[in-house]
């Protein structure tokens, strides 16, 4: 997909979410927006259900912290609404208190990713049967919330791995398997620079 500036990038870099690459007020970041673009244009206008993994805190990002110095909790959750517009549901879920807000459309709830009983009970709380689009953007365990929440992926829908590292691609895609099908594999511009895309099992037409 090429490395375009998108419409996307632009609410991501408003946000300063570490998402977007290009046009980032510091010049530095991930370089999935223009892919993502890509990837969940088509559901814009369609009122879809969103949920992000890892709503995001200052205190844990490390380096990122000192490199997005204006980051603030929520920052692609408040990208993705405002990319999908008012009339779409935009939840996160996080281990971290501080992290937990409720604005507009935006909600957000307790839970651990590496716990496959709080991700349940999480999910529990939102009222929600399908999601369009899941992504996974928190710290440690890829595998717990993927083997939890693929079922909640609407057929067509989209769940994303964020932060991958090279040497995880393998072992993510082995688990995804029996579950998804690999819709999209990006490689970035550095060695966790990466997130796969995959979709319900048979939402992709074979011949």
């Not at 369609?46 to 805190?57: K, N, R, S």
């Not at 517009?85 to 409720?102: C, E, Q």
């Not at 939102?126 to 992504?135: P, R, S």
């Amino acid at each position: 997909m090429p490395a375009e500036k998108t419409t996307l990038c632009r609410v991501f870099n408003k946000y300063y979410s570490p998402k977007a690459f290009l046009e980032n007020p510091l010049g530095y970041g991930h370089s999935y927006s223009p892919a993502y673009f890509e990837l969940v244009k088509h559901l814009r206008g369609q009122q879809p259900v969103v949920l992000e993994i890892g709503i995001g805190h200052i205190d844990h990002m490390g380096e990122w912290g000192t490199l997005f110095p204006l980051y603030r909790p929520g920052a692609s959750l408040k990208a993705w609404r405002d990319f999908f517009g008012s009339s779409a549901r935009v939840y996160g879920i996080d281990n971290d208190p501080k992290t937990i807000f409720s604005e507009g459309n935006i909600r957000c709830f307790i839970g651990d990713q590496s716990k496959e009983e709080s991700l349940e009970a999480a999910i529990g709380k939102m009222g929600e049967l399908w999601f369009d689009l899941i992504v996974e953007d928190g710290m440690g365990d890829k595998l717990t919330p993927l083997k939890t929440l693929i079922k909640y992926v609407r057929p067509g829908g989209l769940y994303i791995t964020e932060d991958v590292h090279d040497w995880q691609m393998g072992k993510i895609k082995d688990a995804a398997r029996p579950l998804a099908d690999l819709l999209y594999e990006h490689m970035g511009n550095f060695f966790w620079d990466n997130f796969l895309a995959f979709t319900p099992k048979g939402s992709i037409a074979t011949e």
